[in-house]
């Protein structure tokens, strides 16, 4: 299949997770488009997930792409191309399903403070929004972004933890 190239760069902008969650609440964010694999998250990735969002870090971006447009409730429909798990655990977060309807190793989102809970729901998700694509490319896209097996193996994961530290520097001397 001869894929055609996309029209123009797609540029990451930022969406509030509020905004977010708000549309994958009514349902105008499709979760699970057909070429989507199956979620793979276990508990701890979940939670190490949220984690980094109350620590204010920052995660990949994610891709969006329209669906269609409802012509009898006047919405655009959009899917999710790349960041299903993350947007899927944001939810269940806030919502206190899945993992998070019991303690586990994050604070529930129901017991943050008020200052908590807005830093959280005004986090901005770096998002690229493929308004042009095709759905053939919003396809090949998806296969690219997750052909990769890039894990990073424990050395490599050891050296990013240890790679300057004094203890090494000292070995390497």
Same mark, same amino acid.
């Given at each position: 299949?001869?894929i055609q190239k996309l029209?123009?760069?797609i @540029?990451a902008?930022?969406q509030?997770i509020?905004e977010?969650f708000?549309?994958? $609440?009514s ?5 699970s @488009?057909d +070429?989507?694999?199956?979620?793979v998250w276990? =508990? ?5 997930f949220?984690d980094?969002i ?6 990949p971006?994610? +891709?969006?792409a @329209?669906?269609?447009?409802?012509t009898? =409730?006047?919405?655009l ?7 299903q798990?993350?947007l899927?655990?944001?939810?269940d +977060?806030?919502?206190?399903t /899945? ?7 994050? @604070?529930l989102?129901k017991d943050l403070s008020t200052?908590?809970? $807005?830093?959280?729901l005004?986090y $901005?998700v ?5 308004k042009n694509?095709t759905p053939?490319q919003?396809? $090949?896209?998806?296969q690219?972004?997750n052909?990769? /097996? +890039?894990a990073?193996?424990k050395?490599?994961r050891c050296h990013?933890?240890?790679g300057?530290s004094?203890?090494?520097?000292l070995?390497?001397q």
């Amino acid at each position: 299949m001869n894929i055609q190239k996309l029209i123009a760069n797609i @540029p990451a902008n930022n969406q509030k997770i509020i905004e977010v969650f708000q549309k994958l $609440e009514s349902g105008k964010l499709n979760k699970s @488009p057909d +070429y989507q694999r199956k979620k793979v998250w276990r =508990r701890q990735h979940k939670f190490e997930f949220i984690d980094t969002i109350l620590k204010n870090f920052p995660f990949p971006e994610v +891709y969006i792409a @329209p669906e269609k447009v409802d012509t009898k =409730r006047l919405e655009l429909l959009e899917q999710i191309v790349d960041g299903q798990q993350r947007l899927t655990a944001i939810q269940d +977060y806030i919502n206190g399903t /899945d993992v998070f309807s019991q303690n586990g190793s994050v @604070p529930l989102f129901k017991d943050l403070s008020t200052a908590e809970k $807005e830093d959280f729901l005004n986090y $901005e998700v770096s998002v690229r929004y493929l308004k042009n694509a095709t759905p053939d490319q919003i396809k $090949e896209i998806f296969q690219r972004i997750n052909r990769t /097996d +890039y894990a990073l193996n424990k050395m490599e994961r050891c050296h990013a933890i240890w790679g300057q530290s004094e203890l090494v520097c000292l070995a390497k001397q």
